[in-house]
């Protein structure tokens, strides 16, 4: 570790590159979970799916010691619109990088084909069942957490989870990072949990790296508390902890 600091009550921990990131966020997560299955008899878990997310998930996948038959696990949002089997669908993703390596004892997937109302009633009922023990969570380029873009963020949502219009710059990130041709190609609306839902999880884990998440980074740390840039939001948790590379948060500090 490079660096590591305190912002609000946001505990920082600054890595020389991505690969060191993600293997002190998969320990750290590792560890977390084996801590609260040694005292519960189950954890429910949120996990963010983008490729910021690669090198903690390879990590986490790798750990033993993780009874993952207690571990209930959901997603935080996924595109409206794309074909079932669409590669760029977050359900794919984690199922690909992570559910079908490690088979958690309940997977809960947001089902964006079914009439949108109602799967926000259904999956918000889950969710709602019991709290929510951890979240593994990232940035955006414009500062949103899951895909509540500056326009939609509301820090006092009352609902847990609602349909979306992403905004320009998600969608342009949606690009950058490889996951879209072209802007036309990614979706324009999209399902997501809040932010009061995933702030009310006990402890998050947000993992941050590369170049094209500096602007965001510094904002976060450095900003005033505001929609403006929802991540902000995690220097109010009371255990949150913010995973950055050397290019993540360069400017962070000046």
């Given at each position: 570790m490079l660096k590591q600091r305190l912002v609000d009550r946001l505990k920082v921990r600054v890595y020389a590159n991505r690969k060191e990131l993600g293997t002190a966020a998969g320990l750290a997560v590792a560890e977390r979970m084996r801590d609260l299955l040694a005292k519960q008899p189950g954890i429910r878990m949120i996990f963010a799916a983008a490729p910021s997310q690669n090198e903690f998930l390879e990590t986490l996948v790798a750990q033993d010691g993780i009874d993952w038959s207690r571990v209930t696990a959901f997603h935080m949002d996924d595109y409206i619109g794309l074909a079932p089997d669409a590669?760029?669908?977050?359900?794919?993703?984690?199922?690909?990088?992570?559910?079908?390596?490690?088979?958690?004892?309940?997977?809960?997937?947001?089902?964006v084909s079914s009439e949108i109302d109602a799967e926000c009633e259904r999956y918000g009922r889950l969710l709602s069942e019991a709290p929510i023990d951890i979240v593994c969570l990232g940035i955006g380029e414009n500062g949103h957490i899951a895909f509540n873009d500056p326009p939609v963020a509301d820090f006092d949502d009352p609902l847990l989870i609602k349909p979306v219009e992403l905004d320009d710059a998600c969608r342009t990130q949606q690009v950058n990072d490889g996951c879209f041709e072209s802007f036309d190609a990614v979706p324009t609306h999209a399902l997501t949990l809040t932010i009061p839902l995933m702030m009310s999880g006990a402890h998050l884990f947000c993992m941050v790296p590369g170049p094209t998440k500096r602007n965001a980074v510094t904002e976060t740390l450095n900003g005033p508390i505001s929609t403006a840039c929802p991540a902000t939001a995690l220097r109010r948790h009371p255990d949150c902890t913010l995973f950055v590379d050397a290019d993540s948060y360069a400017g962070a500090e000046a």
């Open positions: 590669p760029q669908r977050f359900s794919r993703f984690l199922q690909d990088r992570l559910f079908d390596l490690v088979r958690p004892g309940v997977v809960h997937l947001i089902d």
